[in-house]
């Protein structure tokens, strides 16, 4: 298994994501390991990811699928701390419960920098922008707008866009923290 770069600075983290794309609640659990357990609620079903700091997916599950997709292979040159101007990527290989194989490849630049207060009043410090594009497999490409908490130490949607569809503002709601 990946040893985790950034350790949460929180034991949880919950919040509503608000886009065009609907309403999901999303709970983060920091795990003792270092690594993120992810909920999201979509109302009939429900999703759990473990994932290094609430990014590069490790196992996935739904609830209306008896499979599950476990990471085969990762190559990154992700580092942390992150810092304006840095650009990293990832390569991965996902293999669900019938050993399929499906790849991926995340290329990421630190754009900005702001108030992570900005975010929700529930956050603290500076946040750093970071704009990624993502390739999966077998599905149209897909574009990321991440807020790097560095009080937390977790990536959170600040806007996503799918495909050629246009990119949709991404507000969080009812956000509570504990540390």
Known sequence: MLKPWALPRFKQVRYTEVSALGKVKVQLDAQSDGYIRKL???GIWT???LTLANQLQLKFT???SSGSSLLNKLQT?????????QRYQAQWDNIDSDK???ASALRCDVTGKGDAHSIASEFSGEYLLVECHETQEGQPGSSDKLAWLQDLNVFVPVAQQVGDKPESSVKLENVSVIR
Not at 77 to 85: A, S
């Open 47 to 49: 999703v759990q990811r």
């Open 62 to 64: 739904m609830s209306i």
């Open 77 to 85: 040159d992700l580092r942390f701390p992150l810092v304006m101007g």
């Open 40 to 42: 999201e609620d979509y």
């Open 100 to 102: 399929k194989v499906t």
